[in-house]
């Protein structure tokens, strides 16, 4: 069954440091987001992406955040440095459509330090 | 601002109990619903999605109902196993583009063999 896989699965960084999230979204799908999950909080939505563009993005997505598909099948999201609050699990979906399902990969834990 | 509440947070039932989880929204200008499931540490698997103009959706052993009108969903999940323990999300669809999705807090299941 197609999935949406996401690397690396845990990534350690210095504060002030660039990560870049990788995600590799299911093949036919259209439409493709990032969320994230701090420790004990609830999934927050970062920001929503189709057609090359971002299409909605939450307060929280601010100028230190970027995301890009740089190719047919990556969907990155960068982080351009990091803060201690940045430490979270960062989940990537995708949709074939936009009012439809959303497919989740298993998470990219970020930890700051 | 769409906000997301489920009850209980934590409900342990013995094996081969019905059970019913519970969801509400403030706004009920949504596009759809979708029930998860989160395993610890683990991402999220999508459990089923209810489209606005739906009152209800099966699988399996789950049924979802929606009443848009009072800002409410209930997870039925009939005879449940062990293997159900899990953290249940749900998660309603608006936005712009309509596929934001806004998070509850989970309501963490244990069923007792």
């Known amino acids: 069954e197609p999935e949406v896989t996401q690397t690396p699965s845990h990534q350690v960084t210095q504060m002030g440091q660039e990560v870049i999230l990788r995600c590799v979204p299911i093949?036919?799908?259209?439409?493709f987001y990032w969320y994230r999950q701090i420790l004990g909080q609830k999934v927050e939505f970062l920001v929503s992406f189709y057609n090359n563009e971002i299409s909605e993005k939450s307060e929280i997505f601010d100028d230190q955040f970027s995301v890009e598909r740089p190719d047919g099948s990556n969907f990155t999201l960068k982080i351009r440095s990091t803060k201690l609050e940045d430490s979270a699990m960062y989940f990537c979906?995708?949709?074939?459509?936009?009012?439809?399902?959303?497919?989740f990969g298993p998470g990219t834990r970020l930890t700051v330090t | 601002k769409q906000e997301v509440t489920q009850i209980p947070a934590a409900l342990s039932v013995p094996e081969g109990e019905n059970l019913v989880l519970n969801c509400s929204f403030t706004d009920s200008a949504i596009y759809n619903l979708q029930w998860f499931r989160q395993d610890p540490g683990k991402g999220l698997t999508s459990l089923l999605l209810?489209?606005?103009?739906?009152r209800e959706q099966t699988s399996g052993r789950l049924n979802a109902s929606l009443d848009k009108s009072s800002g409410r969903s209930t997870l039925y999940i009939a005879a449940s196993q062990p293997g159900d323990s899990a953290t249940y999300l749900c998660a309603v669809g608006s936005g712009a583009a309509g596929n934001k999705l806004t998070f509850g807090g989970g309501t963490r299941v244990l069923v007792k063999p």
């Open positions: 209810i489209q606005s103009s739906q």
């Open positions: 979906a995708s949709s074939d459509q936009g009012f439809n399902e959303q497919y």
């Open positions: 093949s036919n799908h259209l439409y």
